[in-house]
Nanobody
Framework: QVQLVESGGGLVQAGGSLRLSCAAS????????MGWFRQAPGKEREFVAA????????NYADSVKGRFTIFRDNAKNTVYLQMNSLKPEDTGLYYC??????????????WGQGTQVTVSS
């Protein structure tokens, strides 16, 4: 019922910034919490950030806290991930997801196709 499409990934140098976006086609987008996850080659998909349906509550992985910001615009059915001070270890395929506002992959029911982020040293 919820279709998600990520965009905004690319190749940047360490210390640079990127803003990822995730557009939803479902008109009930605002009823879902949204999360961002990432997956590096040979690694499990890991939690990055999440935001409640209202946008009031946010949650971040320790590895990105202070550098990344998640926010949403429900009127546009879009959630964003602003990434600053990027590090090579941030490299991976980034996915947005809709579901419950937790840190677990298992609690999200809908997923986008992913957008690649590569940070060079």
């Amino acid at each position: 019922q919820v279709q998600l499409v990520e965009s905004g990934g690319g190749l940047v140098q360490a210390g640079g910034s990127l803003r990822l976006s995730c557009a939803a086609s479902e008109r009930t987008f605002s009823n879902y919490a949204m999360g961002w996850f990432r997956q590096a080659p040979g690694k499990e998909r890991e939690f990055v950030a999440a935001i409640s349906w209202s946008g009031i509550s946010t949650n971040y992985a320790d590895s990105v806290k202070g550098r990344f910001t998640i926010f949403r615009d429900n009127a546009k059915n879009t959630v964003y991930l602003q990434m600053n001070s990027l590090k090579p270890e941030d490299t991976g395929l980034y996915y947005c997801a809709a579901g419950r506002s937790t840190r677990s992959v298992k609690d999200y029911n809908y997923w986008g196709q992913g957008t690649q982020v590569t940070v060079s040293s």
